[in-house]
């Protein structure tokens, strides 16, 4: 049948300009996950439990591989000691860094400089030995240090400090941890060069390279100005050789130039 001609026809209403009109969307009926997500898992488990019996079988049909034997003729001692004429000589003390650290470790210090004279102002060195606690009281947090260089199993500190002029001092510090697998002397001058870039607790640069050292340096700090007190100047070199960390500080109310610090340091290197 013809629809009506006199029935009232509905106008659809006009499409927005800022919202477009979109058609409705009509409901699909969704797969459950959840059977897909169990197939893959059951085939994934399958692949690897296949793949497992695949290499036990393999590896059953091989012939036993045999083990290294754990103990070796070839690498035991000869039967007989050596004749006596043909033993080496042992290293003299000037080639065996041991025997020199086991020593008076205060003979090890250089030789005072010309034109400098014993600080008597450091009163902690009646007899060239500095105590691990008064060592540590030269550091900002000392009861820190002290615990840590306990803990390195610190051995001793040899400590020397001189004078020359009105102002400028210099003192050495050779501290001697014990000898075994540890690198405390090492750690220690290294964790002494770590914060020495940083201008608020160290000299706020990367210092210079102390040739034949390693990875010791030497470094100038700008001068400390205080208002009614004169500038104060300072050098520091650190470095270790063996079972000896050695520190060097140099202090002056004038500049002290980089072949200052250097040359303590380099004579020191050479003397251990």
């Known amino acids: ?35 897909t997500t169990l197939i893959i898992a059951a085939a994934a488990v399958l692949g690897i439990a296949a793949g497992t019996a695949v290499g036990y079988g ?3 049909g091989r012939a036993p591989t045999p083990l290294t034997a754990l103990s070796q003729s070839d690498l ?28 008076d470790l205060r003979k090890l210090i250089i030789p005072r400089p010309a034109g400098w004279s014993d600080n008597r102002d450091m009163g902690v060195l009646p007899d060239g030995w500095m105590g691990v606690d008064d060592y540590a009281l030269d550091f900002k947090s000392e009861d820190y240090m002290y615990g840590k260089l306990l803990a390195a199993d610190i051995r001793r500190v040899a400590a020397a400090s001189w004078k020359k002029g009105t102002y400028r001092t210099a003192n050495i510090w050779l ?46 700090y700008k001068a400390e100005r205080k208002a009614g007190y004169m500038p104060v100047y300072r050098a520091r070199a650190v470095f270790h050789r063996g079972d000896v960390m050695v520190d060097i500080n140099m202090f002056d109310t004038a500049p002290i130039s980089k072949k200052d610090i250097r040359t303590l340091a380099e004579r020191q290197l050479e003397r251990l």
């Open 76 to 103: 035991a001692y000869p039967a007989k000691a050596l004749p006596a004429d043909q033993v080496p000589d042992p290293l003299p003390a000037s080639q065996d860094r041991q025997v020199r650290t086991d020593g």
């Open 58 to 60: 393999v590896q059953a």
């Open 175 to 220: 501290v001697q941890f014990r000898a075994g697998v540890d690198t405390a002397a090492a750690d220690h001058a290294e964790s002494q060069r770590a914060y020495m870039p940083v201008a608020d607790r160290g000299a706020g640069n990367e210092g210079s390279a102390l040739k034949g050292s390693g990875r010791g340096r030497y470094y100038l």
């Open 1 to 35: 049948m013809s629809p009506d001609a006199s029935a009232p026809v509905t106008p659809l209403p006009e499409a927005s300009a800022e919202e477009p009109h979109q058609p409705q969307a009509v409901p699909v009926k969704r797969r459950p996950r959840g059977r």
